[in-house]
């Protein structure tokens, strides 16, 4: 199966081509951009495809991450993923960014707690063990998460993890590979359409043209 993953919900703006036979990522383009994600993601869709060697008739599942993470991110992604799939008659699945972040920690029984920095104080937070997820995506307050993060033997990964040490302190934005995205997404059972996971409400209005019903 060829799956075309796609992210745009943090400052990266990244796509791959995934052949779930073998495998295989066949092709990936990756830009840290921070904005602008309208304008870059169709062309980064085109040059990860033509470097794969294929064309878009040729995928057969699309893998898009659907949050939490820049809320105008996320509608462009999921609104480009979703008009995609449609258009090529196949399926669309939505991958959150906590469970990419959990799959970067290393490998162990420990719970693995995925925190990002939503900053104001509040943190994107999800517990995981070998893989599986232990509870659902939330928004949390920073003294919820350094509670959670505070649990013995836990691994903590993501942005958040700076705050343990400095609740005040300036955190970097998360990066992660484009080919966990494309892993996941080849394992996802579609569930209805792929939804953005906002958990909090935009802090600007999103870009024009790319707009994407929270149905």
């Known amino acids: 199966m060829i799956v075309l993953a796609i992210d745009t919900a943090g400052v990266d703006c990244a796509a791959a081509v995934f052949d779930s036979s073998t495998d295989t990522v066949l092709a990936r383009v990756s830009e840290t951009i921070g904005r602008g994600h309208a304008e870059r993601l ?3 869709i085109e040059d990860a495809v ?3 060697g294929l064309s878009l008739d040729k995928v057969d599942k699309i893998g898009v991450t659907v949050g ?6 996320i509608r462009v992604g999921v609104a480009a993923a979703r008009g995609l799939a449609l258009a090529l008659g196949i399926e669309c699945v939505g991958v959150c960014t906590l469970e990419v972040l959990a799959r970067t920690a290393p490998e162990g029984d420990a719970p693995v707690l995925a ?3 939503a900053h104001r104080e ?5 517990t995981f063990r070998n893989g599986l997820a232990l509870d659902e995506p939330a928004l949390v307050t920073l003294e919820d998460f350094l509670a959670r993060a505070a649990v013995a033997g836990t691994q903590v990964i993501g942005s958040a993890s700076a ?3 400095d609740p ?3 955190t970097e934005p998360d990066h992660y590979p484009i080919d966990i995205v494309a892993r996941i997404s080849a394992t996802t059972k579609a569930q209805g359409k792929a939804k ?20």
Do not use: C, W
Not at 68 to 73: D, I, L
């Open 163 to 165: 705050l343990i040490a």
């Open 168 to 170: 005040e302190a300036v």
């Open 115 to 117: 925190g990002i920095n």
């Open 50 to 52: 033509t470097s794969a």
């Open 42 to 44: 169709m062309a980064m």
């Open 196 to 215: 953005p996971l906002y958990l909090r409400g935009p802090d600007a209005k999103p870009q024009t043209g790319f707009a994407v019903s929270r149905a």
């Open 68 to 73: 939490p993470g820049s809320f105008t991110g």
């Open 122 to 126: 509040e943190v994107y937070v999800q």
